[in-house]
């Protein structure tokens, strides 16, 4: 079986707008191109995963009903540009309340639940998000890592360029890049 490239994409601050806590579906907004990036990814057959953490559950500032209204709101956003995510993995956890997990990203859980699910080359996927957790996991599987100046990913820029990390003014510009450098066009 040949394995697949894939985009891991957090969501807040890289696919919709971080209002901090997002809990309220009617309030979702996607970032501008956002959607249109996610279309491109789904037309040149990357698997596209969000990995999310969604510490507001543990700390009760919100509830699972409300996090799935707003995951159906971003799909069918999505879905008005004809573009759509191929899975979600959410972590509910903060270790200040649950204690330390595994899917809490950082940690790997969720990405190799991910790779078993569709038969994912880590090498050739992309890790994108607008903080240092979303990057990370590209250095433990390998993989490219790019910030998103989106949402909080301005003030990690530094941080992002020190670690080697590519950064992009947004998802379309991340995802524009890697499609344009892909082997496997």
């Not at 009617?26 to 596209?48: C, T, Y």
């Not at 069918?76 to 990203?105: N, S």
Request: net charge negative; hydrophobic share 40%; with cysteine.
């Amino acid at each position: 079986m040949k394995l697949r490239r894939a985009a891991f994409l957090d969501r807040d601050g890289t696919i919709i707008e971080d209002t901090g806590f997002v809990r309220d579906a009617d309030g979702v907004r996607l970032i501008k191109r956002s959607a249109e990036a996610i279309r491109r990814l789904n037309e040149a057959g990357w698997v596209v995963v969000v990995v999310t953490n969604q510490s507001g559950i543990a700390r009760g500032l919100f509830t699972t009903k409300e996090y799935d209204a707003v995951a159906a709101r971003v799909d069918a956003l999505l879905a008005e540009h004809g573009a759509h995510i191929d899975a979600t993995y959410m972590c509910p956890h903060h270790p200040d309340v649950t204690g330390p997990c595994d899917c809490r990203k950082p940690g790997l859980k969720h990405y190799l639940a991910a790779a078993e699910q569709f038969g994912i080359d880590f090498t050739k996927s992309i890790f994108v998000g607008d903080r240092m957790s979303d990057l990370e996991p590209a250095r433990s599987l390998g993989g490219t890592g790019v910030l998103v100046q989106t949402g909080d990913g301005r003030q990690a820029t530094g941080d992002a360029e020190k670690q080697q990390f590519e950064v992009a003014r947004d998802l379309a510009e991340a995802v524009d890049r890697q499609i344009a450098s892909s082997p496997d066009r």
